[in-house]
């Protein structure tokens, strides 16, 4: 079993910039493949990012390509999402997700372990 906790979120003004993070307890997150997804109100869960198990491979969303930056480190079992140039669309719930598949995948329902979530809320 893995345990995700994110932090980091909060209130932004368009344009302005949030790290996220996402820290994993129980096992090492060095064996999977972890991912960042977000949600907001009325809608389905969406993907945003994921990142290999080495860090190696990242892939994004088109909607934050250019914007949003993915890392971990797997010594200190956390996974981090630098958010800039935030828009009023970023609004969301952002979860923090683990699979043991290996290759990135963006699909929700491929994702193992989930954290609560955590708000960004972005003011135009």
């Known amino acids: 079993q893995v345990q995700l906790v994110e932090s980091g979120g909060g209130l932004v003004q368009a344009g302005g910039s949030l790290r996220l993070s996402c820290k994993a307890s129980?096992?090492?997150?060095?064996?999977?493949?972890m991912g960042w997804f977000r949600q907001a109100p009325g809608k389905d869960r969406e993907f945003v990012s994921a990142?290999?198990?080495?860090?190696?491979?990242?892939n994004y969303a088109d909607s934050v390509k250019g914007r949003f930056t993915i890392s971990r480190d797997n010594h200190k079992n956390q996974v981090f999402l630098q958010m800039n140039s935030l828009k009023a669309e970023d609004t969301a719930v952002y979860y923090c997700?683990?699979?043991?598949?290996?290759?990135?995948?963006?699909?929700?329902?491929?994702?193992?372990?989930w954290g609560q979530g955590t708000q960004v809320t972005v003011s135009s």
């Open positions: 129980g096992r090492t997150i060095s064996t999977y493949t």
């Open positions: 990142i290999s198990r080495s860090g190696g491979s990242t």
């Open positions: 997700a683990a699979t043991i598949t290996i290759r990135s995948t963006s699909r929700p329902v491929d994702y193992n372990y």
